[in-house]
């Protein structure tokens, strides 16, 4: 295991809400990367943190907003929910700005209706 | 054209055989290089870093072509738990995200 957690494991919203999803990094990581899973497709790079700033952001718009705390935890804020949203979401953890090979936790299941 | 191309797959093979898959990359400034495996409903899970003078653990073999931009994954003597999607993963020009190819499905059957 690479002790990444990630909470929820599944979430079902409806079009229009907000949903915040929560990460752990692997414990001397301070780096955390979230990326996003739709079916049949490769993760999608969301945005980096790196000791609490965005170092970095995938083409994504600014409604995907996230935070990273002095203890290196994370959250993915998305507002204004769309269907399109629906995937898997992925955090991932490394330590340093420039990524080598990260740890993905297991994912939350994010379903829009 | 797509940062990272794989082959489209899916591969079927029987137990034992031996698979390659390729892959393509277009930023030439990428510096870090991977395979991630990824089991069905699961997350990536780092398979090896690929290096340019290639490299070797156990039945896989990953090579890197930089001029060509190129990067390949061989399998040899497949096992049943060799079935999994492979992602061919670069790093971007930054150094701060992984790019990850669509993804290439193997499945290995007795």
């Known amino acids: 295991e690479t002790g990444v957690t990630q909470s929820p494991t599944h979430l079902i919203k409806t079009r229009g809400q907000q949903v915040t999803l929560r990460c752990s990094s692997q414990s001397g990581h301070n780096t955390v990367s979230w990326y996003q899973q739709a079916l049949g497709q490769g993760p999608q790079f969301i945005f980096q943190y790196y000791r609490e700033e965005e170092n970095g952001r995938g083409n994504f718009p600014p409604r995907f907003s996230g935070l990273q705390f002095p203890n290196y935890s994370s959250e993915l804020n998305v507002n204004a929910l769309e269907l399109d949203d629906s995937a898997l979401y992925l955090c991932?953890?490394?330590?340093?700005?420039?990524?080598?090979?990260?740890?993905f936790g297991p994912g939350t299941r994010l379903t829009v209706t | 054209r797509k940062e990272v191309e794989q082959d489209p797959g899916p591969f079927n093979v029987p137990e034992g055989a031996t698979v390659a898959f390729n892959c393509t990359y277009s930023n030439s400034a990428s510096q870090s290089f991977f395979w991630y495996r990824q089991d069905c409903r699961k997350e990536p899970k780092l398979l090896m870093s690929v290096y340019s003078s290639g490299n070797e653990d156990g039945r896989f073999t990953a090579q890197l072509n930089r001029a060509s931009q190129y990067i390949s994954l061989l399998i040899r003597d497949s096992k049943l738990s060799d079935s999994a999607t492979y992602l061919c993963v670069v790093n971007n020009q930054a150094g701060t995200a992984l790019i990850f190819g669509k993804g290439t499905t193997l499945s290995v059957s007795s």
């Open positions: 991932a953890s490394s330590s340093g700005q420039v990524i080598n090979e990260q740890y």
